[in-house]
C-alpha cells in the first residue's frame, strides 16, 4: 500500500464549478499536510498547508483535514481555466515529506 | 525571490555513462530533499539531508544512486552507471524546520533535471 494515496483522475469539471481533490495517507504519525499544484513542465508550488483537523480557507481554496479518518481534502471552488494542472497532496512525518501521484484536473470553459 | 536552482536542466546520455545533478538550495533552509518524477510513478522521494546530514535515502538504487551533501549550498545525486529506466525528471527541493521540531516543512522545489538514458 502507498503511503499517500489520491485518485489519479483525470477529473474534469467546467468553469465556475467546484473541484474535490482527495487524499488518504497511512502513517498515523503524520503531522503536516500540504497541497502542491503542477503546472506542466514545471515544478510543483505550495498552494495550501494544514495542520489541524477542520477546515482551512484561502481564497477559492478550502483543505478539510479529518486525522481519525486519515483524509485531506482540497476544494477549489468557481474553477478557472488556469487552475487546469495536477494537484499532489503530501504528507510530513517528521523530517520526510511524501507525495501522492497527484490528481489531474482540467477545468473547461 | 529566493530560489532552488538545479543543474543541468537537460542532460540526454547513453547507457552505462555517469550523470551527476546539482542542486543549490536555499540559503538558511536546513533540510533538503531529492525526488524522481514519472508519469508511472509520481513523486518518489528518493533521499533527503538535515543541516547537511543524510537521514534516509531507503529509496535510492543503492547500487548505482548515491546523494551527498559536500557543503551548505550544495546537494548532489550521482548515477553511475545510467540506465535507460533513470529516464525520468529529479527535482531538488529545500525547506526549512526548526530543529527539534517536524512539521511546518514547507518546501520551494528547484526547476527540475530532466534526465533521459539512450
Request: hydrophobic share 35%; charged share 20%.
Amino acid at each position: 500500500q502507498k503511503e499517500v494515496e489520491q485518485n489519479s483522475g483525470p477529473l474534469s469539471v467546467p468553469e465556475g464549478a467546484i473541484a474535490s481533490l482527495n487524499c488518504t495517507y497511512s502513517d498515523r504519525v503524520s503531522q503536516s499536510f500540504f497541497w502542491y499544484r503542477q503546472y506542466s513542465g514545471k515544478s510543483p508550488e505550495l498552494i495550501m498547508s494544514i495542520y489541524s483537523n477542520g477546515d482551512k480557507e484561502d481564497g477559492r481554496f478550502t483543505a478539510q483535514l479529518n486525522k481519525a479518518s486519515q483524509y485531506v481534502s482540497l476544494l477549489i471552488r468557481d474553477s478557472q481555466p488556469s487552475d487546469s494542472a495536477t494537484y499532489l497532496c503530501a504528507v510530513n512525518a517528521g523530517s520526510d515529506m511524501r507525495f501522492g501521484a497527484g490528481t489531474r484536473l482540467t477545468v473547461k470553459p | 525571490d529566493a530560489r532552488v536552482t538545479q543543474t543541468p536542466r537537460h542532460k540526454v546520455t547513453e547507457m552505462g555513462q555517469e550523470v551527476t545533478m546539482r542542486c543549490q538550495p536555499i540559503l538558511g533552509h536546513n533540510t533538503v530533499f531529492w525526488y524522481r518524477q514519472t508519469m508511472m510513478q509520481g513523486l518518489e522521494l528518493l533521499a533527503y539531508f538535515r543541516n547537511r546530514a543524510p537521514l534516509d535515502d531507503s529509496g535510492m538504487p543503492k547500487d548505482r544512486f548515491s546523494a551527498e551533501m559536500p557543503d551548505a549550498t550544495l546537494a548532489t545525486l550521482k548515477i553511475q552507471p545510467s540506465e535507460p529506466r533513470d529516464s525520468a525528471v529529479y527535482f531538488c527541493a529545500s525547506g526549512l524546520i526548526p530543529d527539534g521540531r517536524s512539521g511546518a516543512n514547507v518546501l520551494t522545489f528547484g526547476a527540475g533535471s530532466r534526465l533521459t538514458v539512450l
